[in-house]
């Protein structure tokens, strides 16, 4: 069964950067992509980012485009997502998602989540 177990979220000024972990344990053969969901308070979840896990293709959300860049660590098992240009509107709890068979449209497997605050 494959776990996720994200980390790196916290406070963080407007303009400010933080890189998000999410450590993969188990085997990645049975899916397709790997991804970032959020969830701001009141809303519902929505994502964020996506790779293929055999092309390292990715995609975005237009709300993040051009300041969130996503990337995986194979030999590490590792993926991340840095964030750049924070703003207010993308403070929520971001969860890791694995998707056995799209780009991340039905992910089956999801982290713990961790908290995202951007405030001054």
């Known amino acids: 069964q494959l776990q996720l177990v994200e980390s790196g979220g916290g406070l963080v000024q407007p303009g400010g950067s933080l890189r998000l972990s999410c450590a993969v344990s188990?085997?990645?053969?049975?899916?397709?992509?790997l991804g970032w969901f959020r969830q701001a308070p009141g809303k519902e979840r929505e994502g964020v980012s996506c790779?293929?896990?055999?092309?390292?293709?990715?995609d975005y959300a237009d709300s993040v485009k051009g300041r969130f860049t996503i990337s995986r660590d194979s030999a590490k098992n590792t993926m991340y997502l840095q964030m750049n240009s924070l703003k207010p509107e993308d403070t929520g709890v971001y969860y890791c998602?694995?998707?056995?068979?799209?780009?991340?449209?039905?992910?089956?497997?999801w982290g713990q989540g961790t908290q995202v605050t951007v405030s001054s």
């Open positions: 790779i293929i896990i055999s092309s390292s293709r990715t």
């Open positions: 998602v694995a998707d056995p068979v799209s780009l991340c449209g039905h992910p089956r497997n």
């Open positions: 188990g085997s990645t053969l049975d899916y397709y992509a």
